[in-house]
């Protein structure tokens, strides 16, 4: 045989020492998937194998079973953007009083996200001890202070980012990059809903306008486009649910149900294309909303006292707007939608001005957005908790990082803290009354028991009945995870 006609990798096997070597490589490649396997490092046990659910395209939303029985079986996050500060409402700080208008020790030379530090100043808003707990929080909300004995608080959380867009990617998709999945898009694509007329992941912006990330806070990322959140607002009305003048109902649901046998037909032909049965099953879920979305919007069903109590009567718009919202992520919880997210401030106003983003006059700003959140938001837990809900509702609240013990040379507000702030959990699966971490002694940095945004992540997907490391979508090559290759669930805060 000619030489020429055996391949390079041909001709190299024919070499007796390559493949005594060869053989000798193969036989420890044996040696170690026996011992991986009997470490139990190749089996069920590793935590480190992918568990995707089973999905229908043609049934994208249907309820799907967890990894584990659950906790909780719906989510309400409460988001305020801007970086909402926890030493002048959560993480209560007597060293700060004490040591009010002197710098911080260890840091004179301290340049953060705006520049320059100045003093350590001691919040304007008084720390009062509230419930049975004791707990000390500010009276920047006395609404949900009240509610002290029905939070569990985490005081030592953590941001890898001080800006914003990146901050809030973060904190809503695990990573600070845009293109990823939001934790409410990994919720439905591994659980789907039980209600079949609304999303299973509906997202709620602020009356005054979007985040500064904007869709990136509820994208679907590379998850398939069906489990993107669906944003509604108590506001500002659906556009063109309701069916056009000239049609009739037998008419509508004629048309409806022959574009249906023609979509199945068509989703027979690429059973693969994800895209088109998202497609199709939105203008599905569009035709069903027709009818449930008017009755969960209409709170005109609402007894007067509900309206008074969540402040939906406010003659200031934005306030009443947002008690709105607060209603209506309650009723959509009620009819099982899986997933709510309820935003908190918005950027189109400027720095400052419709957000939490306090730099110049924090308190000055902060009187203004308090009100906004405080009443409605006590209200809705308040709702939850008398009609039972928190019984397998779990309630989120968070920002994407918090704020600087210091005021910012020359200003009298507070510069971007990643390095530790507060967020809270409360209903299904939570210790009420407890806290757990804490920041030093002057709120300025982590301390105690570290948390993570993907250790964040982790304990929400857990309390759902959902293993962090085994959920997973396949993308470009890479098992993605919502927590990355990270994350420990925090066991000390389950009930």
């Known amino acids: 045989?000619?030489?020429?006609?055996?391949?390079?990798?041909?001709?190299?096997?024919?070499?007796?020492?390559?493949?005594?070597?060869?053989?000798?490589?193969?036989?420890?490649?044996?040696?170690?998937?026996?011992?991986?396997?009997?470490?139990?490092?190749?089996?069920?046990?590793?935590?480190?194998?992918?568990?995707?659910?089973?999905?229908?395209?043609?049934?994208?939303?249907?309820?799907?079973?967890?990894?584990?029985?659950?906790?909780?079986?719906?989510?309400?996050?409460?988001?305020?953007?801007?970086?909402?500060?926890?030493?002048?409402?959560?993480?209560?700080?007597?060293?700060?009083?004490?040591?009010?208008?002197?710098?911080?020790?260890?840091a004179s030379d301290l340049i953060t996200f705006q520049?320059?530090?100045?003093?350590?100043?001691?919040?304007?808003?008084?720390?009062?001890?509230?419930?049975?707990?004791?707990?000390?929080i500010s009276d920047l909300i006395p609404n949900l202070a009240e509610l002290a004995d029905d939070m569990c608080f985490i005081h030592s959380m953590t941001a890898l980012k001080n800006t914003h867009g990146p901050a809030e990617n973060q904190m809503n998709t695990g990573f600070a990059l845009d293109g990823f999945p939001s934790m409410g898009a990994w919720t439905s694509y591994a659980l789907g809903t039980e209600n079949e007329n609304?999303?299973?992941?509906?997202?709620?912006?602020?009356?005054?306008?979007?985040?500064?990330?904007?869709?990136?806070?509820?994208?679907?990322?590379?998850?398939?486009?069906?489990?993107?959140?669906?944003?509604?607002?108590?506001?500002?009305?659906?556009?063109?649910?309701?069916?056009?003048?000239?049609?009739?109902?037998?008419?509508?649901?004629?048309?409806?149900?022959?574009?249906?046998?023609?979509?199945?037909?068509?989703?027979?032909?690429?059973?693969?294309?994800?895209?088109?049965?998202?497609?199709?099953?939105?203008?599905?879920?569009?035709?069903?909303?027709?009818?449930?979305?008017?009755?969960?919007?209409?709170l005109s069903k609402e007894s007067p006292s509900i309206i008074k109590q969540y402040g939906a009567d406010d003659p200031d718009p934005i306030r009443a707007g947002f008690a709105r919202n607060c209603i209506m992520a309650r009723r959509l919880l009620e009819k099982g939608v899986r997933f709510v997210q309820l935003f908190n401030g918005a950027y189109a106003m400027g720095e400052g001005v419709g957000n939490w983003d306090g730099h110049k006059t924090l308190k000055a700003q902060y009187d203004i957005h308090a009100p906004i959140l405080d009443r409605p938001a006590a209200a809705l837990l308040r709702d939850l908790k008398s009609r039972g809900m928190l019984e397998d509702t779990l309630v989120v609240w968070a920002t994407e990082f918090g704020r600087m013990p210091t005021f910012q040379m020359g200003a009298s507000g507070r510069d971007h803290n990643p390095y530790g702030f507060t967020t809270w959990m409360a209903g299904a699966g939570v210790k009420p009354a407890f806290s757990y971490g804490a920041t030093d002694d002057f709120g300025y940095q982590a301390a105690e028991n570290i948390v993570t945004v993907y250790d964040f992540h982790a304990t929400i997907l857990h309390l759902l009945g959902l293993d962090h490391t085994q959920l997973s979508f396949y993308h470009n090559g890479i098992q993605r995870r919502l927590t990355d290759v990270h994350g420990h669930v925090i066991k000390d805060i389950l009930a």
């Open 198 to 298: 609304l999303p299973a992941f509906v997202c709620i912006p602020d009356p005054r306008g979007v985040p500064q990330s904007g869709p990136n806070n509820w994208s679907n990322g590379f998850l398939p486009a069906v489990f993107q959140g669906a944003p509604f607002n108590a506001s500002k009305p659906i556009y063109n649910l309701a069916r056009p003048k000239g049609i009739s109902r037998d008419d509508d649901l004629a048309t409806h149900d022959f574009l249906q046998f023609m979509n199945d037909k068509h989703l027979e032909k690429f059973p693969d294309d994800t895209e088109l049965s998202a497609r199709v099953s939105s203008y599905e879920l569009a035709a069903k909303m027709q009818l449930s979305v008017p009755d969960i919007s209409d």
């Open 115 to 136: 520049g320059e530090q100045g003093n350590l100043i001691q919040s304007p808003y008084t720390f009062k001890p509230r419930g049975e707990s004791g707990k000390y």
């Open 1 to 106: 045989m000619p030489k020429h006609s055996i391949s390079h990798s041909g001709r190299r096997l024919l070499s007796r020492r390559t493949f005594l070597q060869d053989t000798s490589n193969g036989l420890g490649a044996i040696a170690m998937t026996y011992l991986l396997n009997s470490q139990g490092l190749l089996s069920a046990q590793n935590k480190q194998i992918a568990i995707r659910p089973d999905i229908d395209p043609q049934k994208p939303l249907a309820a799907r079973t967890p990894h584990f029985v659950p906790k909780a079986k719906k989510v309400l996050v409460i988001f305020c953007s801007g970086g909402f500060s926890h030493v002048d409402s959560w993480d209560y700080k007597p060293e700060l009083i004490r040591r009010h208008n002197q710098p911080m020790p260890g």
